[in-house]
């Protein structure tokens, strides 16, 4: 079983950037799709953004303009460039299998919180 391991998450103010990488030790990380899931409290776990083998991209409705992501194959690693945070961004942030959640163990994810 793969275990992925986030990272990068962090305290920031309405309006501020954070960059979360995933380091995901998959064989062939180059041929299979990747997201980026959020779990906030009281919350129901949330697709934000995928991106496919192909490099084709899709992002749930509330980040779509303020979200990107990517991934760098050769690192084994997706990356989730988050700008003009807003309090409603604040979660446990995830990654994993953007078509099955529960393809890959979860990881510990990393906590992004937005407050002023």
């Known amino acids: 079983q793969v275990q992925l391991v986030e990272s990068g998450g962090g305290l920031v103010q309405p309006g501020g950037s954070l960059r979360l990488s995933c380091a995901a030790p998959?064989?062939?990380?180059?041929?299979?799709?990747m997201g980026w899931y959020r779990r906030a409290p009281g919350k129901q776990l949330e697709l934000v953004a995928g991106?496919?083998?192909?490099?084709?991209?899709n992002y749930a409705d509330s980040v779509k303009g303020r979200f990107s992501i990517s991934r760098d194959n050769a690192k084994k690693t997706v990356y989730l460039q988050m700008d003009s945070l807003k309090p409603g961004d604040t979660a446990v942030y995830y990654c994993?299998?953007?078509?099955?959640?529960?393809?890959?163990?979860w990881g510990q994810g990393t906590q992004v919180t937005v407050s002023s």
């Open positions: 998959i064989r062939y990380f180059s041929d299979v799709p």
């Open positions: 994993n299998d953007p078509n099955d959640s529960d393809r890959y163990s």
């Open positions: 991106i496919s083998s192909a490099g084709s991209t």
